[in-house]
């Protein structure tokens, strides 16, 4: 059993992706609890760094707060490194993301980038991705004809809710979270959902994998390339 808590092993795989990061670089930053302990640390380097490109309001306004720069991706033609944590990740660095309910700006920057560093903790790590119920971000509209599509695969689509109301996402858009799958082609699986209408974002990142996982463990940081 690991002596960290969850907490701390966050925090360990946010410092350890520092490594990642090179002077004068624009640093492309992810959303989420382990995210919030990297921007932490990125703080410590800032007069290193020219600035980020943040993948949502919420890590926008952290970064700004430690006086990090944010650029808007628009500016930006290509960053070096992406970091962000997961939901799930699998031995291939295919994900499920969007717990967070940033999947779509987080797979936006994530392409911007020659490499995708993934933190998380050692909870995070699947054989098979599915798990974690799936979000998609969707077009209000076509909530219902895609929650069907799902139950035609065998989940269960829940639209997720805020104080009893629709999730609305920093682009306006509603999530459904899809329990009861299993994801065992994830690269097919996420074009297919991809052409579904009204799909905004899948938030399996088959196409936009990892390159590395530094996965906080018992035994402290395990580096996994893939
Ligand atoms: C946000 C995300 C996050 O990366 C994911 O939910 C993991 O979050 P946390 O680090 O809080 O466990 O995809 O949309």
């Not at 932490?40 to 952290?62: H, N, P, Q, Y």
């Not at 999530?175 to 899948?202: C, H, K, Q």
Request: charge should be negative.
């Amino acid at each position: 059993m690991s002596t960290l808590t969850q907490d701390e092993l966050k925090a360990l795989v946010g410092r350890a992706a520092l490594q990642y990061i090179e002077p004068g670089q624009i640093v492309g930053v992810g959303t989420g609890s382990t995210v919030n302990k990297f921007i932490d640390a990125l703080a410590s380097v800032k007069d290193r760094i020219r600035g980020a490109v943040s993948s949502s309001e919420a890590s926008t306004a952290r970064l700004r707060a430690l006086g990090i720069e944010v650029w808007d991706a628009n500016e930006v033609e290509r960053l070096s490194v992406y970091v962000d944590g997961a939901d799930e990740i699998d031995p291939r660095g295919c994900m499920i993301k969007g717990g967070g309910a940033a999947l779509t700006r987080e797979k936006i920057v994530a392409a911007l980038a020659d490499r995708f560093v993934c933190i998380a903790d050692e909870s995070k790590w699947v054989e098979t991705l599915g798990r974690f119920p799936l979000p998609v971000e969707v077009i209000p509209m076509a909530a219902q004809q895609i929650a069907r599509r799902f139950a035609a695969l065998g989940g269960q689509a829940r639209l997720r809710l805020k104080d009893g109301a629709p999730w609305v996402t920093d682009n306006g858009q509603h999530i459904l979270d899809v329990s009861g799958l299993r994801i065992t082609e994830p690269l097919a699986f996420e074009s297919m959902v991809n052409d579904w209408p009204g799909v905004v974002t899948v938030g399996v990142f088959a196409h936009q994998k990892a390159n590395v996982c530094l996965l906080g463990t018992a035994q402290g940081v395990r580096t996994v390339e893939f």
